[in-house]
């Protein structure tokens, strides 16, 4: 995952992490808003996607990518699958 850019937010149902590339046309997220629906919304193109399970909720069968993230006493987490060429 290296290079890959990785949004963060907390909304009231918590902290999420999502790819910051817009599946639809590559838009970056982070410059997008989320709704009190627990959604992001992208900035280029109006769609909108569940930050808990990445789907899209208006503009068709796309999906962003999640990641597992959590908040320790240390520090903020997100869980990043390693390629096996790379561990
Ligand atoms: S680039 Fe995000 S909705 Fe089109």
Known sequence: MRGEKICVTKTQKGLFAFGDKCPHNGASLS???CTKE???VCPLHRYSFDLESGKAT???AFA???YPI???EN???V???AKWWEA
């Open 31 to 33: 410059k997008g808003f």
């Open 38 to 40: 627990n959604e992001i």
């Open 58 to 60: 208006t503009g068709g």
């Open 64 to 66: 962003i990518k999640t």
């Open 70 to 72: 959590e908040a320790r």
């Open 75 to 77: 520090g903020v987490f």
């Open 79 to 81: 869980g990043i699958k």
